[in-house]
C-alpha cells in the first residue's frame, strides 16, 4: 500500500486478561479442563442477579421508551438522581449536566483517552488496569507512564515516585487513581486522597478517579469519592454497574465531572468527549433508566452490604492460603475482587516446571513459554499443568513478578480448590530445579 496505515500506538494495545484467553483455548482443544480466574465478570463466575433487580430489568424492557434513543449525555432523571446522590455528600457539588452515560466505563477510557491531546500524558498506577494503561499508551504513542504502588505499604502509591515523575515531565496533564483498585484489592483512606490531591494542586494537573469498585469495600477499609477530595480542582469520576449490581454485560457507565466551570481548557475537553458520544447519538438506554430505580431502592444499601461481606470472607481465606505458600508475598484485599500474588525476588527462573502428562500439551507449552516473562511461564505452565487460568502482572504495566487472582468463583468448593491447587503449584514450580 503506498500508505502505511497503522497508527503510531497501535503496538501499545494490549489487554492480557482476555489474551491469556488464546492459549486457555488452544489448550482446552487439546483436553485441558479450564477454570477461568482471568476476568472480573461476577455473573460468568456464578453469582445470581438479585431477583428484585431482575424485576426492574424486566419492568422496564415491557416499557416502549427504553427502545428508544436518549439524549447524547443519557437519561435525564438518571442523570439528575445521579447527580443528587454525589451532591448528598457534602463535597463538590455537580448539576446533571456533568455526567454523562458511556456503553461501560471501558467506552469512557477511550474516549477520555481518545480525545485528550496527544502530548499530554496521564500518568497512572504501576500495576495498572490495562484498560487505562493501553488506552493512554496508544493515544500518546508511547509506553503508559506510572506511578509505584508499594506491596510493603499496602499496595498504597508512592508519593515521593508520583511527585518527582510530575514535577520532572511537564507533559503530564493529570494522574489517574483506581480506588478501590485492579488487580490489587487496595483501598486508599480519605486523608491518602488528600495529599495525591495535593499533589494534583501543586502541580496543576487535573485527577481521573475509577470509583466502578466503590461499593466493595471491606476488612475495616473506609475510604471516600473523588467528589469528597477534589476541592476546586478539576476532576472526573468514573462509576458504573457493572460490578455493582452485577451487571458487566449492560455496558453502563458513567463519568461524574467537577469543575469543569472553574477551567476553561478543561470544559472544552469535556464538551469533545460529549460531541464524540454524540457522533453516536447515545449509550445503551435501559440500563440507564434502572439506575434510580436499582440505587434508589430501600434494598440497595443491604444488596450492598451483603455483597461486601461474601468478599471480605473470601478475600481472607484466599489470604490465609496464599499466605501460608513460600516464596511468595500477599496484601490482603481490602475492596473490589482481586488479590496479587507476588513472588519474592530470584524466586521464579527459565527451569522451573510443573507436571505434564500429555505430549501434546507439552509440545505447545514449549512454543509459548519462550522469551516471556519469568512469570508468564509459571502463569503457562499452571495453565497446562492444572487448568487454572491467571493472569501474570507483568501484564499490568509492571516490573514486579506475581499473578492477580479473583474472589468470585461462587462454588465454594471450586474456590477452594482453585486457590489450594495454586498454592501447591508454586511450590512444586519453585522447587522443580
Ligand atoms: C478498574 C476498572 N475500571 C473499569 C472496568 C470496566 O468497566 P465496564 O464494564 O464498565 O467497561 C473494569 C473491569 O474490570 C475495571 O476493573
Known sequence: MRRTIVHEGAEQLTYEIREIVTVAQKLEKLGIEITWENIGDPIRKGEKLATWIKEIICDLASEDKSYAYVSTQGVYESRLFLANEVNKRGGCQITEDDIVFFNGLGDAVAKIFGFLKREARIIGPSPAYSTHSSAEAAHSGYEHLTYTLDPEKNWMPDLKDLENKIKYNDSIAGILLINPDNPTGAVYPKAFLKKMIAIA???????????????????????????????????????????????????????????????PDFKRYIKSIINAKMLEVCSTSLPQYSIPKVIGNPKYAQHLESRKKIFEDRANEAYDIFSRVEGVTVVRPQGAFYMSILFDDDVLNENQHLPIDDPAVQEYLQTIVKDVHVDKRFVYFLLASVGICVVPLTGFCCGRKGFRVTLLECDDQKRKWTWETIAKSIKHYVESE
Open 201 to 263: 494542586a501543586r502541580h496543576r494537573v487535573f485527577v481521573i478517579c475509577d470509583e466502578i469498585y466503590s461499593q466493595i469495600v471491606y476488612n475495616g477499609a473506609r475510604t471516600c469519592h473523588l467528589s469528597e477530595v477534589i476541592g476546586d480542582l478539576p476532576g472526573i469520576a468514573l462509576r458504573g454497574v457493572s460490578k455493582e449490581y452485577p451487571w458487566p454485560g449492560g455496558r453502563c457507565g458513567w463519568i461524574e465531572v467537577f469543575n469543569q466551570d472553574k477551567y
